[in-house]
């Protein structure tokens, strides 16, 4: 009887769309991350939250877009 070992894989998921992140959708390696913590009227840190995102290269190339045009102040939600 012959024995073929197969090397464990490790498959990671778009937080996005949920597609399996294979070499030829993930060639950017797209990950997000996005932190803060919030303070009470007396400075005092009361909570914060920490999100990573690992994307797909479609779903970066979108999030990205709508980062860099918010920031650069072509769809501020403040001026709304
Ligand atoms: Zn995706």
């Known amino acids: 009887m ?7 894989q490790t498959v ?3 937080d996005c769309c949920a597609n399996e992140l294979i070499g030829k959708n993930w060639r950017y390696r797209g990950k997000v991350e ?8 007396y400075g005092h840190a009361v909570a914060g939250e ?4 690992d994307l ?8 990205n877009k709508a ?3 918010t920031i650069k102040g072509k769809e501020t939600p403040c001026s709304i």
Request: proline content about 3%; hydrophobic content about 35%; overall charge negative.
């Open 2 to 8: 012959a024995k073929k070992e197969i090397p464990a």
């Open 67 to 69: 980062i860099v045009e």
């Open 12 to 14: 990671w998921t778009c």
């Open 56 to 63: 797909c290269d479609t779903c970066f190339t979108a999030v």
């Open 50 to 53: 920490n999100h990573r995102y």
């Open 34 to 41: 996005t932190a803060n913590d919030v303070h009470d009227l």
